[in-house]
């Protein structure tokens, strides 16, 4: 994945915000907190999509520090969301 072929969609930004969360729940979030957190970051993120297409010309910037964050998660929030959902396979 690169940036000139990351799209800034619906899809994407749901997965930023379950990364996003999980790295929230690390630091012992809990309970309706996180639940304001997630909902605060899902608003955050549409947002700044929003402003994305209104503003065309921030479009490379926006998609640049989401890919940046995509590729933080990658390294801390998915790995681990993944990992403690799936089991390993014993072979």
């Known amino acids: 994945?690169?940036?000139?072929?990351?799209v800034?969609?619906?899809?994407t930004?749901?997965?930023i915000v379950f990364g996003l969360v999980e790295?929230?729940?690390?630091f012992g979030i809990k309970?309706?907190?996180?639940?304001?957190i997630?909902?605060?970051i899902g608003?955050?993120?549409a947002v700044i999509f929003k402003l994305s297409q209104l503003y065309p010309s921030w479009s490379p910037w926006i998609d640049l520090a989401t890919f940046g964050i995509v590729i933080g998660l990658t390294a801390s929030?998915?790995?681990?969301?993944?990992?403690?959902?799936f089991p390993k396979n014993k072979i």
């Open 1 to 6: 994945m690169d940036v000139e072929n990351f």
């Open 8 to 11: 800034l969609n619906s899809t």
């Open 13 to 15: 930004l749901l997965i």
């Open 23 to 26: 790295f929230v729940k690390t």
């Open 31 to 36: 309970g309706n907190l996180l639940r304001i």
């Open 38 to 40: 997630s909902m605060s």
């Open 43 to 45: 608003i955050c993120l």
């Open 77 to 85: 929030g998915i790995y681990e969301f993944l990992n403690g959902r």
